[in-house]
């Protein structure tokens, strides 16, 4: 295999690999007003399954990375799409919010596989530019599904019962499962049989989270990954429930914003042929900061039309878009020989991050954009202070 097919197989598969999470996410948003209809609970109840999911991802964001440096890849990427099949039918059959929610964490568990195994396996394959590039199109094959997803889940939500929603999921993870097991090939150069050994892992765990390039940009990464969740969590309660947006035009709004998203991407890629990455992180910054301060402003005024929510989250994407990679990248650069462990732990800190927020504006949710706002504003600042302020002068060093 050629190195331009190795790279766009990988980018694919990989892509794939991570579309669970917007799969099981996106075409869910939508379906919250349904949702909470039938199982007759508030929509705030059901946002609590969001935060469910969001911590499920949290903490198994920190298994995954150990265990499949222990055990391989492969084998732990079939049985988190296996075990995410089954918790995927339990929640379609759920008929209560405490069971729903139970699968939804469990759900969680098993999505954190995809975001935290395809960047081991790029690390495993490539480093520096490369690795943020196909860090980079990973994530843009994987934004991909929202543009459909979303829409999906609207017309779903109109038309036919919440449950088949969960159906859908669980068909997505059956074909990943059986594409993984029969085309992906174990990438791992060598197996460390110490990864699962308690005094292995805390001093590996010493080692990544005290190395201040680590710390910083996972810290960064996390409000940028906080802001998107803040709008994943509030964005279906407040254009379908405050502003009377159909759930079918909800989802056609939502892939707009993912168009937006992948634009950006597919710009960024390229334009990573002619700028480093300090300038491309930089333009990123401004960007994510504008977008959190103009949703705050837009939320502030009262303005109850859906160009107030899209066109400030349009613009915090195509800064996530040029910053939230090299985050990634150069938070796993310094580990080399720990590429799955330092995987998880940024994942596990920037998800829990993430989760915190989103359990905050499911308690604070009051059918109005303003927690939503607020929420964007502090993301999009704290992300563009810890860079500019702390993670550029590390560069420079």
Partial sequence: MSERKKYIFYALILGFLTMIGPISIDTFLPMVPSIAKGLNVSIGSIEFSL??????????????GPVSDRFGRRPIILIALFIFFIATIGAGLSTDIETLVFWRFLQGLMMASGRILANSVARDLYEREKLAK?????????IM????????????SEYYS??????????????AFLIFFVLFKETIPEKDYRA?????????????????????NVICGGFILSGLVTYLNSSSGVLIGAFGIKPALYGLLYATVMVGYASAAITAGKLMNYFNAATLSKFGAFSIALGGICMLVFALTGL???????????VFMVGFAFL?????SAGLMPFPEKAGTASSLQGFLQNLMAAIFSAFLAIFADGTAIPMGFAMAICG?????????????????
């Fill in 51 to 64: 935060t469910a999911i969001f911590t499920g991802n949290a903490i198994g964001q920190i298994i995954y």
């Fill in 134 to 142: 196909l860090i980079t199109t990973i994530m843009l094959v994987g």
């Fill in 145 to 156: 599904s929202s543009i459909g997803s979303a829409p999906l889940g609207g017309f779903l």
């Fill in 162 to 175: 919440w449950h088949t929603i969960f159906w859908f999921m669980a068909i997505y993870s059956g074909i």
């Fill in 196 to 216: 699962l050994k308690p005094s292995v892992l805390f001093e590996n765990f010493s080692t990544i989270i005290t190395n201040h390039t680590f710390l910083l």
């Fill in 304 to 314: 109850k039309h859906a160009g107030a929510v899209l066109a400030p989250m349009i």
């Fill in 324 to 328: 939230y990679p090299q985050t990634i």
């Fill in 381 to 397: 600042i704290s992300a563009a202070a810890t860079y500019m302020l702390f993670i550029r002068r590390i560069e420079h060093q």
